[in-house]
């Protein structure tokens, strides 16, 4: 069974800083292109950063660019997400996600975490 972690979250005021983890078992992570998205009521669902399988590449939307950073280390099926920055906007429930494609090719989220709340207000 593909399951999905996320540390929690929480309150940071704006300017803060925030690092999510994601524990991922049952499959083998190191195969899988992961990413962050979020979701917030108004929004919907956002994609937010993508890794590829060695860590190597990473893309981020224009939104987060510059401020936020994805990692991961396979030896212990762990996906990061290091945030910068924190703008109110920011204010939303983070998702780990994976992959079902490759790196360079057409794909689409197949399994998500639960998710956790990441609030940035003062």
């Known amino acids: 069974e593909v399951q999905l972690v996320e540390s929690a979250g929480g309150l940071v005021q704006p300017g803060g800083s925030l690092r999510l983890s994601c524990t991922a078992s049952?499959?083998?992570?190191?195969?899988?292109?992961m990413n962050w998205v979020r979701q917030t009521p108004v929004k919907g669902l956002e994609w937010v950063s993508a890794?590829?399988?060695?860590?190597?590449?990473?893309r981020y939307a224009d939104s987060v660019k510059g401020r936020f950073t994805i990692s991961r280390d396979n030896a212990k099926n762990t996906l990061y997400l290091q945030m910068n920055s924190l703008e109110p906007e920011d204010t939303a429930v983070y998702y780990c996600?994976?992959?079902?494609?490759?790196?360079?090719?057409?794909?689409?989220?197949?399994?998500r975490g639960q998710g956790t709340q990441v609030t940035v207000s003062s």
């Open positions: 890794i590829s399988t060695d860590g190597t590449s990473t």
């Open positions: 049952g499959f083998t992570f190191s195969t899988y292109v």
């Open positions: 996600a994976r992959s079902d494609g490759a790196w360079n090719g057409p794909s689409k989220i197949d399994y």
